[in-house]
């Protein structure tokens, strides 16, 4: 596993704009090493930092030169929403960037690989609710667990069955959260599976999926992108003590590269 890097930046901002542009180093450097790479697998996340580093992608020269027919876009996380619901995180994405590189026709659509979404009914998905409610997940997770099935399946069906992302970017919530791992939440200790249903989030929306903790340890490079002093608790407690389930984001690694990409204020209980 790669040793864990802090890089301390101005702002959130500032994590962003460095964060698009080293994103897209890596994609083209990658693919354009001798000898060349197939293809690059990059899992993108939600959350308020790594989204603004997709805007400004969008807008990076770098774009311009990429071969996207070779790149692939999976997620960290997926609230289980209905597909255009805003709350989803692939809907900000392609939003932001990924459909205007559909629509020029660079990246193929088969290329972003989007957890399944919710295609219930609003009266079944209400009532689904209200039995949860009730005290009975039957339903839900029932549903949530045939979701994680068919996005394992996606997975083992281009990367094989241990999967591995060229680039994984990770954001964390101010309890110590990624992905959608939470703590008091038993996912995070899940080891013989990919994907998760998580259900009772205590963010909102209740219902997600998620990659497991062993499939986000082994990407080759591990970003995190995490601005603010309402993050200062978490990351001292995730630096303080690894694989700690009260601050899942502990479990987070990167084979060849681990960079935490934050502010002061962010890591102002850490130095
Ligand atoms: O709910 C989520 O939260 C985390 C962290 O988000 P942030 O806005 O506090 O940075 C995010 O990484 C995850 O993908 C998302 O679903």
Same mark, same amino acid.
């Given at each position: ?58 807008? %990076? ?10 790149? $692939? ?15 989803? %995180? ?18 193929? #659509?088969? %290329?972003? $690989?989007?957890?399944? #979404? ?6 079944? *998905? ?58 008091? $939440? ?18 909102? +929306? ?7 903790? +062993? ?50 204020? *962010? ?5």
């Amino acid at each position: 596993m790669a040793e864990r890097q802090l890089v301390v930046y101005r702002d959130g901002d500032t994590i962003a704009q460095a964060g698009a542009q080293r994103t897209l180093l890596a994609i083209l450097d990658t693919l354009s090493a001798q000898p060349q790479a197939e293809r690059f697998d990059l899992a993108l996340t939600g959350g308020s930092d790594s989204l603004k580093a997709l805007s400004y992608m969008a807008s %990076n020269p770098l774009t311009q030169v990429i071969d996207w027919s070779r790149v $692939h876009i999976w997620w960290g996380d997926e609230r289980f929403v209905a597909a255009d619901d805003e709350d989803r %995180n692939a809907l900000q994405a392609r939003r932001r960037f990924l459909d205007a590189l559909v629509s020029d026709g660079r990246l193929p #659509a088969a %290329n972003i $690989h989007e957890m399944p #979404a919710d295609t219930r009914s609003p009266k079944q *998905a209400a009532a689904d609710a209200a039995a949860s409610d009730a005290g009975d997940d039957t339903a839900n997770d029932a549903l949530l667990d045939a979701a994680a099935q068919q996005y394992e399946q996606e997975l083992v069906a281009e990367l094989g069955e241990q999967p591995v992302f060229d680039l994984l970017i990770l954001g964390m919530g101010p309890d110590g959260h990624y992905a959608s791992l939470f703590p008091g $939440h038993t996912e995070v200790n899940i080891t013989d599976r990919l994907v998760v249903g998580v259900n009772h989030s205590p963010k909102m +929306p209740p219902l997600r999926l998620s990659l497991t903790a +062993p499939l986000l340890a082994r990407s080759r490079r591990t970003w995190f992108f995490t601005a603010g002093a309402a993050k200062a608790d978490a990351i001292a407690q995730v630096f303080a003590k690894p694989d700690n389930p009260s601050y899942p984001s502990s479990f987070a690694a990167g084979t060849e590269e681990f960079i935490w990409f934050t502010t002061a204020d *962010a890591v102002a209980k850490v130095l």
